[in-house]
């Protein structure tokens, strides 16, 4: 009974470590989820809620049909259930 116990809370220090570090490794996934020629230049973002997540700044470069493409977006909100993305604001450089 005590190795269940200790295993379980060791399970719950992984899962607040994890949740805790979140704003600092999400970026690095979201870089590798991206097309080829496309890098990811900042993005700060929040910690998750259950119903979605908050990125507060994302800057996004790339090329595109022999363009150079740069992407900003502020205050973004993703919600998980109705798939929607909330924009604060947009900006696109040529």
């Known amino acids: 009974m005590k190795f269940i116990l200790k295993l379980l809370l060791f399970l719950c220090l992984v899962l607040v470590g994890i949740y805790a ?11 590798r989820q991206l097309p080829p020629g496309w890098q990811l230049e900042s993005m700060e973002a929040g910690y998750p809620v259950v119903s979605g997540i908050d990125i507060h700044s994302l800057r996004l470069r790339g090329t595109l049909a022999a363009l150079e493409l740069g992407f900003g977006a502020i ?16 900006s696109l450089r040529v």
């Open 21 to 31: 570090t979140m704003p600092w490794w999400l970026p690095y996934v979201l870089e």
């Open 75 to 90: 205050d973004l909100r993703i919600e998980y259930r109705s798939r929607e993305v909330v924009v604060d604001s947009i």
